[in-house]
């Protein structure tokens, strides 16, 4: 039997300084997208002709999210945008453990989605600062 998880009953929250907010009508949430940066240290000594590589620094990429538009939702988003301080967020999945994805970073696009035969939506990318970390469980604090 697979332990495959279904996207549905997934949380998105972010910390408003006493308490986890869950956003609202979230469609669909992609990310985080850690990569690592690389240094090329090949030498006229390597050897088989290949390049060599050493790990330097890690990214913690972004989270991209869609949602419908509610106004309050909207202002939320808008509100971190307009901020310079780094804001807390966490992804729960519906799993038996409640995976718990938390990071920190700061909204870098909100921008609304208007088609007529469409419903209203606007998306959200926020860039990760620092290492995401997950937990089991959901925790009452930062």
């Given at each position: 039997?697979?332990?495959?998880?279904?996207?549905?009953?997934?949380?998105?929250?972010r910390?408003?300084?006493?308490?986890?907010e869950?956003?609202?009508?979230?469609?669909t949430?992609n990310?985080?997208?850690?990569s690592?940066?690389v240094?090329?240290v090949?030498?006229?000594d390597?050897?088989?002709?290949y390049?060599e590589?050493?790990?330097?620094?890690?990214?913690?990429?972004t989270v991209?999210?869609s949602?419908n538009?509610t106004?309050?939702?909207f202002?939320?988003m808008k509100?971190?945008?307009?901020?310079d301080e780094?804001g807390?967020?966490?992804?729960v999945?519906p799993?038996?453990?409640?995976?718990?994805?938390?990071f920190?970073?700061?909204?870098?696009?909100?921008?609304?989605a208007?088609?007529?035969?469409?419903?209203?939506t606007?998306?959200v990318?926020?860039?990760?600062?620092?290492?995401?970390?997950l937990e089991?469980?959901t925790?009452?604090?930062?």
């Amino acid at each position: 039997m697979s332990d495959a998880v279904a996207g549905v009953g997934t949380l998105f929250g972010r910390w408003n300084g006493s308490e986890w907010e869950n956003l609202v009508e979230v469609l669909t949430i992609n990310g985080p997208t850690p990569s690592k940066e690389v240094i090329d240290v090949t030498s006229l000594d390597s050897t088989g002709g290949y390049r060599e590589f050493i790990g330097s620094f890690k990214d913690g990429g972004t989270v991209q999210l869609s949602l419908n538009f509610t106004r309050a939702m909207f202002e939320m988003m808008k509100e971190d945008f307009e901020s310079d301080e780094l804001g807390t967020y966490r992804v729960v999945l519906p799993d038996a453990e409640n995976s718990t994805l938390i990071f920190d970073g700061l909204v870098m696009e909100h921008p609304l989605a208007i088609s007529a035969d469409k419903q209203v939506t606007f998306d959200v990318s926020i860039k990760v600062s620092g290492e995401p970390v997950l937990e089991s469980g959901t925790s009452s604090g930062v």
